[in-house]
């Protein structure tokens, strides 16, 4: 199985922070990587789709980037409606796997 | 509006058995594959297999072989799972999600484009 390393478990950003989580696949998975973010209480949301397309209506200040095995998630000046967990994703080979998560919080 | 749209919560004692239902709606049913992800209490996501709407064929993740069954209910735009001889550690949240298919720069991708808003099921004697 595709191991998929996820950090840091958690963070506190400041409003208008740009902050980054990261991903590191134990094999390379050819950018079949998915962001998703998900609010306390609610379903996951996705975010981006092949590493680095942003999902129809996810706000722009979220991009992704990477390639191989590492991969990150940037979010472009934190907003408040920001703080929730995100988890990497790949499918580039069953089973899917998913990174463990980042606790993004607002300081 | 496109909808993934789960049954209701469960509280279930060890070894019994529970079926969750996802019922989608706005789409056409048998173009996308239904994929069960399963996230326990104040934990990740652990993707659990996916059956494909169409033919009808599960797949499974190892840790779910044996006791989970996915189905269908496809004249019901309905995809179902079943959970046998519960465990304590079935207690969790349980999410249906639709995996769409993106062409970009010339390769297929994917992602959960929309998902279930999750069904917790709670085992406990």
């Known amino acids: 199985d595709i191991q998929m390393t996820q950090s840091p478990a958690s963070l506190s950003a400041s409003l208008g922070e740009t902050v980054s989580i990261e991903c590191l696949a134990s094999?390379?998975?050819?950018?079949?990587l998915a962001w998703y973010q998900q609010k306390s209480g609610k379903s996951p949301q996705l975010l981006i789709y092949?590493?680095?397309r942003l999902q129809d209506g996810v706000p722009s200040r979220f991009s992704g980037s990477g390639s191989g095995t590492r991969y990150s998630l940037k979010i472009s000046g934190m907003q408040p409606e920001d703080e929730a967990d995100y988890f990497c994703?790949?499918?580039?080979?069953?089973?899917?796997?998913f990174g463990a998560g980042t606790k993004l919080e607002l300081k | 509006q496109i909808q993934l749209v789960q049954s209701g919560p469960e509280l279930k004692k060890p070894g019994e058995s529970v079926k969750i239902s996802c019922k989608a709606s706005?789409?056409?049913?048998?173009?996308?594959?239904m994929h069960w992800v399963k996230q326990a209490p104040g934990k990740g996501l652990k993707w659990m297999g996916w059956?494909?709407?169409?033919?009808?064929?599960?797949t499974y993740a190892d840790d779910f072989k044996g006791r989970f069954v996915f189905s269908l209910e496809a004249s019901a735009s309905t995809a179902n799972l079943q959970i046998s001889n519960l465990k304590n550690e079935d207690t969790a949240t349980y999410f249906c999600?639709?995996?769409?298919?993106?062409?970009?720069?010339?390769?297929?991708?994917?992602?959960?484009?929309?998902w279930g808003q999750g069904v917790m099921v709670t085992v406990s004697s």
């Open positions: 999600a639709r995996r769409r298919i993106y062409y970009y720069d010339g390769t297929y991708y994917y992602g959960f484009d929309y």
């Open positions: 706005g789409y056409t049913f048998t173009d996308y594959a």
């Open positions: 059956i494909n709407t169409y033919t009808g064929k599960p």
């Open positions: 094999e390379g998975i050819s950018n079949d």
């Open positions: 092949a590493a680095s």
């Open positions: 994703q790949q499918s580039y080979k069953y089973p899917y796997t």
